[in-house]
Each structure stands twice: as C-alpha cells, then as structure tokens.
C-alpha cells in the first residue's frame, strides 16, 4: 500500500506558519518522529489545539449516547443505567481514539456511533435482550476486522474513483453543516400542517427569536472573522467563547433546556444547559463492561432477523468510516494520489476494533467521527492529536459534570466552520463528464438530505455503475464496485425484504 508523502497541509487557511517540507523531519525526538509531525508539516502545539478542537466538538456524545440508549427498553421490558452509559462511552471513546492515534496515526477520533445507537435502541434491541443486542455489535465488528485484516476492505475503497472519493469528502462537508445548523436551532423542521410544504425554515416561524439562537450566530460570526484572519486556534477559541457568552447568558436570561417536564421548550438550550456546575468530579460506574451475549440473539429473535440486523450494521459502519476517513485526510492534505491517507489499514483496523468494543461494553457500535475534521482544520495532522483527545475522554469518564456545560449552539460553530472548509475540494470535481459528475452530485446532496454518509455513499456508487454500464463502459467499473453496488441495492431495500421474511 503506498503511503501518502506529498502532503498539503492546510495551514494557509488557519495559521501563518511556514510548513516544512513533507517527507523530511528536523526532530531529533522519537515522539516526532513516531508521530511524523514534523514531517507532516505541523507542531506540538497544533497538534494540542487539534486535540482540544476535535474534543469539544465531539464530547456531546458522552451525555446524547446515554440518552439515546437509556430511553429505550429491550425485549424484557429492561433499561440501561444512564450514568453507567455515560461513563462506558467516555472509557471506550477515550481508549479507541488513543489507539487510533498510535497504530493509525492518524488525527480521526472515535466514540459511539450516532444513528447507530438509534437502530441498537430502537429496532433491535425491543426484539431480544441488552445483551443479545450488544453480541450483535460485537459480532459485525468481528466480521469487518476480518474484512480489514484480508484486504477486502481496502480493496474495496481503492475501487471508488478518485472523484466520487473527493465528492465524498464534499458531501460530508454540507452534512456536517446541516448538523451544525439544525443543533444550533439556526434551521427547524417546520411542523406537518395545512398548506405547508417547506421541510424546514429559519428559527422559530422564520425568526430567530430565541438567545441560544443568538449566541450561535454571534459565535459563528466571531469565528469566521478569526478564520479570516487567520489566526491560530480560531475554531476552539470559537468554542469556548460561545460557551462563556452562554453561561452569561443563561445566568441572566434563565432560558432552561429544551424540554422541560417533557413538554418542548423551542427557545431553551439543545442537550446541555450552559451553567457551571455544582461539582467538577463523579465516580465513574463501569458495570455495563462485558454484558454482551454472542449467541442468545439467533435464539430469541431468529437467525434471518439476526443477519438482517448485522447486515445493516455491517453496511453502516463499513462505508461510514470510509468516507470519514477521506474528508479527514482531504481537509488535512493527508491524502495521496489515489485519495488513499496514510496507513489505511491500519485506520480500519482500529476502526474495526473500536466496532466491537462498543458492544462489549453496552454503548454500541463505536465508529470513526467527522468532528475530526474540526481538529484538523485547528492544525491537527497526525495520531499526536489523538493522545489529547482520547484523554480528554477518559478524563470525562471523571469530570462529567464539566462536559455537560458546552451546548450545541456553542459546538456547532466548529461543525458549520469545518463544513465550508471542506466544500471548498467540490472545485476538483469535473462537472462537465456527466458519468462522474452525476454520482458526485448524488453523493454530495444525498447526504446532507437524508442525515447519512452511507446513503449518499450507495446513492453515488450504484448511479456510478448504472451510468458507466448505459454508457457502455461496463468493463471501466472495478469488478468490486459491482458487488458493493448489489450490497447498497439490498441496503436500499432492506425495509421491503425485512417485510416479505419476517
């Protein structure tokens, strides 16, 4: 597998910097040279600023993971213990991201899938118990580290043209946009009612009436100008003084959450309410460790739902990552000619790993994140970044209450910041060759649309094959894609099988 040396970083965008020279490292230490930061044209201290970056914009995992599980019961009518969630995510998220970092070495974090989460809770979980659940996530994590491990995986991704990898990497910019947008509360799903036909609309009626609303858009506005200025560390430097403004602002305004007493409350803060806590320390409870069962679901809910279930998982968690790991190394200049970053199998090994020790520790499939691209865009560019990030997460596992004071309106101005850095690769795409342009444009509106990586993925896969064969061009298509291109079309229709077998 070659490995990435002509390496571009982007430090034009954020830092005035001069970059060595890649390949080359003037460090006489062994971290460096581990880490290849100097070769890959940063420093310690990006790579610090990276770390701290990527882990604000992701540390909400550790409250909304245990939310998402912990609101669901399983076919025994049982609950998972949201502190124990909380803490399991934050150990798992910690240690995969550490582990990323040095048998990857590369600046991708880790933590509980999102989505995910959502079909272990609510789909497959109501049909058999925790445990059975959770030996489903385990098992598909076995399956893709096996994929990993003979190649295919790799073999798979090398298959993807070039430009449907950078359209990738350009779609899960514009999706990272729209989270960012909607967790601010800056975009709304318009509720279902008469002679509405607008999805979605700005603020509240059209209006941006709410002050969490405006701490966005103001901490949006002060990061752009320190982008444009760039100066270094603007995106975390826009994190923490969206989150002080507020903390201010709550303690004046007495705004509250964005459910209070289960009824909606359209003008309160999104996930955290932005207050300093009474306590800085918890005990971490880690009992949910090791409560998972291989086999108990093939007996309680039946062989074919069980495949179906790993399938889907399968399907999820292989293309997610793939199109991570591109946007990650596109945004960074860590890719090579082939759009391949470097040691990628590796990448997905870990990956792989991180899979199935969500499941064994009850917080589902743990999966690579895009927030990392906020860390990359701080300067961050190899595994070092890592080492921060995933310690930050252990440390959460201890600091609980202090993860809980940043808000998504404050977090989500890193994620719209990245999303316009990422865009800026659509101009590599030739939008004059109908047989690319048409699965790049899939690829990159079906994502944000659809809230998912691996729909625009299949979407662009499948039109790609579809095209090249009305073209006839069938012999230009990998045989691989063919394969992948039948997977996606069972993906797609897994709602109708689901229905006719079971």
Do not use: C
């Not at 998402?68 to 502190?83: E, M, S, T, Y």
């Not at 800056?186 to 209006?207: E, M, Q, S």
């Not at 899939?442 to 073209?471: E, H």
């Not at 298509?477 to 079971?502: D, K, M, N, S």
């Amino acid at each position: 597998m070659p490995r990435a040396r002509s390496y571009t970083p982007r430090e034009d965008l954020m830092d005035n910097a001069p970059t060595k020279p890649a390949g080359r490292s003037d460090a006489g230490n062994a971290f460096d040279r581990y880490f290849e930061i100097t070769a890959r044209g940063s420093t310690l201290g990006r790579e610090v600023r990276g770390g701290l970056a990527t882990f604000f914009t992701m540390a909400y995992i550790v409250v909304l993971n245990p939310l998402i599980l912990g609101n669901a019961v399983d076919g025994d009518g049982a609950r998972l213990a949201i502190p124990a969630l909380a803490a399991a995510t934050a150990l798992v998220a910690g240690v995969m991201t550490i582990l990323m970092g040095v048998v990857g070495r590369f600046p991708l974090a880790l933590a509980a899938g999102l989505g995910v989460n959502a079909l272990v809770a609510f789909e497959i979980a109501p049909q058999m118990t925790w445990a059975d659940a959770m030996g489903l996530v385990v098992i598909e994590g076995v399956i893709i580290a096996v994929l990993v491990l003979t190649g295919l995986r790799t073999a798979v991704f090398r298959a993807v043209p070039t430009q449907l990898k950078t359209a990738i990497g350009v779609g899960i910019g514009l999706f990272l946009t729209i989270i960012g947008l909607v967790d601010a509360g800056f975009v709304r799903r318009i509720p279902d009612v008469a002679n509405t036909t607008v999805p979605v609309g700005l603020g509240i009626g059209g209006k941006l009436v709410t002050w969490p609303a405006l701490v966005f858009v103001l901490g949006l506005l002060v990061t752009l100008v320190l982008v444009v200025r760039r100066v270094r560390g603007a995106i975390l430097i826009g994190i923490l003084a969206s989150t002080v403004l507020a903390i201010v602002v709550e303690a004046i305004a007495k705004v509250g959450p964005s459910v209070v007493d289960g009824k909606p409350n359209p003008a309160g803060w999104s996930l955290n309410v932005p207050a300093l806590p009474d306590r800085v320390a918890d005990t971490p409870d880690l009992s949910l460790l090791g409560q998972f069962d291989l086999l108990g679901s093939w007996q309680r809910a039946g062989v074919l739902v069980a495949i179906m279930f790993v399938f889907t998982l399968l399907i999820t968690d292989f293309f997610d990552t793939m199109g991570t790991m591109v946007a990650v190394g596109q945004e960074g200049g860590l890719l090579d000619e082939e759009k391949m970053p470097p040691r990628t199998r590796e990448i997905l090994l870990v990956d792989s790993i991180a899979a199935a020790a969500g499941g064994a520790a009850s917080t589902s499939s743990n999966t690579s994140y895009i927030e990392s691209a906020a860390g990359v865009a701080e300067g961050a560019r190899t595994g070092a970044a890592n080492l921060v990030t995933g310690g930050l997460f252990l440390l959460a596992m201890f600091l609980a209450p202090l993860v809980v004071v940043v808000p998504f309106e404050a977090a989500s101005v890193a994620l719209v910041i990245v999303g316009f850095l990422m865009m800026t690769a659509v101009k590599t795409i030739d939008w004059n060759d109908y047989e690319i342009a048409i699965p790049a444009f899939l690829t990159i509106v079906l994502m944000p649309f659809t809230y998912s990586i691996s729909n625009g993925i299949g979407a662009g896969v499948i039109s790609y094959v579809l095209v090249k064969v009305a073209r006839g061009k069938a012999r230009e298509v990998h045989p691989l894609l063919y394969g992948v291109a039948a997977l996606f079309v069972l993906y797609f229709l897994r709602g109708p099988i689901e229905t006719v077998l079971f």
